[in-house]
């Protein structure tokens, strides 16, 4: 086997959630959720500033091509745009009528669907949809965006990320009710935009599943998984696209939320509020942005 | 690609025309089955060559050195754990539990007491004879009879077994092979008295086929045998750390990998055995195993 990786951390870790890492080519963003705001943090000099607050409880964020960056506000109940310098935008808080729930994490195809796992529990219900799900954000001619139910046997999703070809949208369930799943699953994307029939990629029995992920250019999946609670505890799980694990690098945060590639660095957040980076893994992230 | 492990190369050193299984390492050769056509065969390196080494074992699967070099034997289609001597009649260990005779004995690991654990599932539609597939210990008494004692309840379908190098921890394949079954690797903590305590899961196979095989190697990690071309990511040996973390992944190029273990003069070579027939050994895996005694 490979050596592990060592982690450090690129920040004194903060004392609560961290989460969202999206590289915008110069910083890394990042949210801390339940101090509502969006951090940056510069490779280059190590300096970090509060770069937007009042983010409602942001979670996930991430670029589309263009890069624009939207984040998934948990308590505001929508997605929303971060436009420099401006309040964010909704961009969908609705579907059909109904409040979304609690949206959790993102992924964005080429052309601006904006894939999101909205989940119900985190939030009260009261006037929401009755369900868990991913939900897409389509945009439309005029610039504005209708929201699409996408699964029907969600229970409580959490990260989602494109295969390489956008023909696969890899979803992590992740359940902790005892008699409910945490896995890895990857849907079909039919050209329409919805999702065919699920296969079962991973299933992480009774310990803690996938939070966030990101692609690697390889086209493997980079996943934040496992806990202190149960089974092998916090690490980097890689994932070849049919579901082998081809690494699993242990961490020092007992329990990673999400992580992205800066260059050959990998930064991962955790529930416990780390920065971390793991140099030189020898990977580099597949983005859609920069 | 910084891909994490290096590929291993497989040489096939034996084939035969059905599941090979039961793969033991007789200190100067391997030893493994031919379960359906009731043979055990050995391979000699010296000659690369594999001979008749017993037959009428009565579907004889998984086989096992103890420390002294007794070999056991889980004689399925005979429902019975046996004991082959190379030149004498076959010995038999246990044939029932409370006077039933056993379903298909499958695997079997040995402390160091001399007790003997074994799984009992029930595969190709035979009527049970025990109406539950679970795992036994068969222990030695005074007069050399050997006594079975039921020690799981609540297994599905039990194949590989291992006994950890502190003898504190039994590991088992639970590996019921219908649809999405969710096969898993469990393991039980030994209590002092040699029963079992509560269950707990190492991984979960999801809709795949679980580990069939399993054998330890000298750092105290599992070496298993597990998947296939049907579903999931495909036939492979899993390496893990004894708290299911997977260690390392390596696709096997034949179908259903059905039990491996290390042997060779230095226990540096890995053998694999496949429900196609085939036999390999892996020289270039970067793992030891140790001896049986």
């Known amino acids: ?290 | 690609m910084p891909m994490p492990m290096k590929d291993w190369t497989f040489e096939t050193i034996a084939q035969r025309d059905s599941l090979t299984e039961g793969p033991a390492w007789d200190g100067a050769g391997l030893l493994y089955s031919h379960c359906a056509a009731d043979l055990v065969m050995k391979w000699d390196p010296a000659t690369e060559e594999s001979s008749l080494w017993r037959e009428y074992t009565g579907g004889g699967n998984g086989m096992v050195f103890d420390r002294t070099g007794r070999l056991f034997v889980c004689e399925g289609k005979n429902r019975r754990i046996a004991e082959y001597v190379a030149g004498e009649p076959t010995r038999v260990i246990v044939d029932n539990w409370q006077g039933l005779p056993f379903n298909e004995p499958n695997d079997l690991a040995v402390d160091v007491r001399g007790r003997i654990w074994f799984t009992d599932p029930n595969y190709g539609g035979r009527l049970s004879s025990i109406p539950t597939e679970q795992v036994y210990r068969a222990d030695p008494q005074g007069d050399g009879s050997y006594v079975a004692v039921r020690v799981t309840e609540d297994m599905r379908r039990p194949n590989g077994i291992l006994i950890s190098p502190s003898e504190d921890r039994l590991f088992l394949a639970d590996s019921p092979n219908g649809y999405r079954a969710h096969p898993r690797l469990v393991s039980y903590p030994i209590n002092g008295d040699g029963s079992l305590g509560e269950q707990s899961v190492l991984h979960d196979f999801g809709w795949g086929r679980g580990i069939d095989g399993m054998c330890w190697n000298a750092d105290g990690d599992i070496v298993a045998t597990a998947g296939n071309e049907r579903y999931g990511p495909g036939p492979m040996i899993y390496v893990f750390s004894t708290n299911g973390r997977v260690l390392e992944t390596h696709r096997t190029p034949s179908d259903t990998p059905t039990n491996c273990l290390f042997g060779g003069p230095s226990y540096d070579e890995l053998f694999v055995t496949y429900g196609t027939g085939l036999v390999h050994r892996v020289r270039d895996s970067g793992l030891r195993g140790r001896p049986a005694r």
């Open chain 1, 1 to 290: 086997m490979l050596p592990d990786w060592t982690f450090e951390d690129a920040l004194p870790v903060i004392g609560s959630i961290t989460e969202g890492a999206a590289w915008d080519g110069n910083r890394l963003l990042f949210t801390n959720i339940a101090m509502n705001r969006v951090l940056a943090y510069d490779p280059a000099t190590g300096a970090v500033v509060t770069e937007r607050t009042g983010t409602n409880a942001a979670n996930g964020l991430n670029f589309d091509r263009e890069g624009r960056l939207f984040a998934c506000e948990g308590r505001g109940r929508r997605i929303a745009r971060y436009d420099d310098g401006q309040p964010g935008v909704t961009i969908v808080d609705r579907l059909g009528g109904k409040r979304i729930n609690s949206p959790n994490d993102l992924a964005i195809d080429p052309q601006g669907r904006i894939y999101f796992s909205d989940r119900i529990g985190d939030v009260s219900p009261e006037m929401g949809i009755a369900f868990s799900a991913i939900i897409s954000a389509d945009p439309q001619a005029d610039g504005s965006y209708i929201a699409v139910q996408r699964t029907f046997d969600s229970t409580m999703p959490n990260g989602l990320l494109f295969s390489a070809d956008y023909r696969t949208l890899y979803v992590a369930e992740s359940d902790y009710g005892a008699s409910r799943f945490r896995q890895l699953r990857g849907y079909p994307v039919n050209e329409d935009g919805s999702l065919g029939d699920y296969a079962l990629l991973h299933d992480f029995g009774p310990h803690r599943g996938i939070d966030g992920m990101t692609l690697s250019s390889d086209g493997l999946i980079v996943a934040c998984t496992g806990w202190e609670i149960s089974g092998p505890g916090g690490m980097i799980t890689i994932f070849e696209p049919d579901g082998r694990i081809v690494a699993t690098h242990p961490t020092p945060c007992q329990r990673p939320t999400n992580c992205t590639f800066v260059g050959e660095d990998l930064y991962v957040t955790s529930i416990e509020g780390h920065l971390l980076v793991a140099r030189d893994t020898g990977m580099t992230g597949h983005l859609l942005y920069p």
